[in-house]
């Protein structure tokens, strides 16, 4: 059932999913946490966006979040925040998607400027309003 803070125009964007996992032995050992990260895809079809649409950045697995800059797939998730191309950003738990305040901020910033969603595994959270 889709949520009712997704609206037609957060459904005229795409929705982006961001994987990320701290270290390569994390991912190596917790493969259970991967996959619920990638199982987020299937909320954002169920709340509306075609698959095609749903843009999975992983590229950042086995890096730590204390910094963006390393972190390309970060980056551009960021980016497309600030354009107005996203309609929700998605992760597993949403304060993981930086440990960085300053970058975690910034995106926080970005999405509520933009109107953007965010959604993790608890809920669907509209900054902008």
């Not at 009712?4 to 994987?19: E, G, Q």
């Not at 954002?44 to 390309?72: F, M, Q, T, Y």
Request: hydrophobic share 40%; aromatic share 6%.
């Amino acid at each position: 059932m889709p949520d009712l803070k997704v609206t037609a125009d957060h459904l005229r964007r795409d929705a982006y999913l961001y994987i990320r996992q701290s270290t390569l032995r994390q991912v190596a050992e917790n493969g259970e946490s991967t996959q619920r990260q990638y199982g987020l895809r299937d909320r954002a079809i169920a709340a509306g966006w075609p698959a095609e649409r749903v843009h999975v950045i992983d590229c950042d697995l086995g890096k730590s979040g204390s910094s963006a800059v390393a972190r390309d797939g970060f980056q551009e998730l960021v980016s497309e925040v600030a354009l107005a191309k996203a309609g929700v950003v998605m992760g597993l738990e949403v304060s993981r998607l930086a440990r960085n305040s300053a970058d975690w901020h910034r995106l926080l910033e970005l999405c509520a400027l933009t109107s953007t969603l965010i959604l993790d595994e608890d809920g669907v959270y509209d900054l902008s309003c």
